[in-house]
């Protein structure tokens, strides 16, 4: 049985899921609170209202990838920010193990869609979570 721990730190959570048999970390990852003026909400394709936050430095320990619990923590994740709206900027760290077209699969199978932003550099890809 995994046990989901979350920390805040001022605007930012950490969210960690850990094995409660051994008390190892799994798999973890920030998010925090985003503030888009209705320009740039518009802009970028957002709507005018609803709150938005960034979900950043996600982190699955090599032995333990490919077992799930990414996948676990990202479906706690939807259903504490339920009602908000979550984006993300694809770019793996390690290539070997998963490439940027991987990853967008993994995130579009858990809910992500990709967002063609305007104003972003060519070689990024953003994806947001409606989550309302």
Do not use: A
Request: glycine letters at 6%; hydrophobic letters at 30%.
């Amino acid at each position: 049985m995994n046990v989901l721990k979350v920390s805040r730190w001022g605007k930012y959570y950490e969210f960690e899921l850990i094995d409660d048999t051994t008390n190892v970390s799994l798999t973890s990852l920030e998010i925090s609170p985003e503030v888009f003026s209705v320009y740039r909400r518009e802009k970028v394709g957002f709507p005018r209202d609803g709150e938005i936050y960034y979900l950043g430095n996600f982190v699955t320990k090599n032995k333990y990838r490919r077992k799930g619990y990414g996948r676990e923590l990202l479906n706690l994740v939807k259903k504490k920010t339920k009602g908000k709206f979550i984006y993300l900027i694809v770019c793996s760290s390690d290539e070997e193990y998963m490439t940027d077209n991987q990853l967008i699969k993994f995130y579009q199978s858990i809910g992500f869609k990709v967002h063609e932003k305007k104003d972003c550099y060519d070689y990024l890809t953003w994806m947001v979570l409606d989550n309302r």
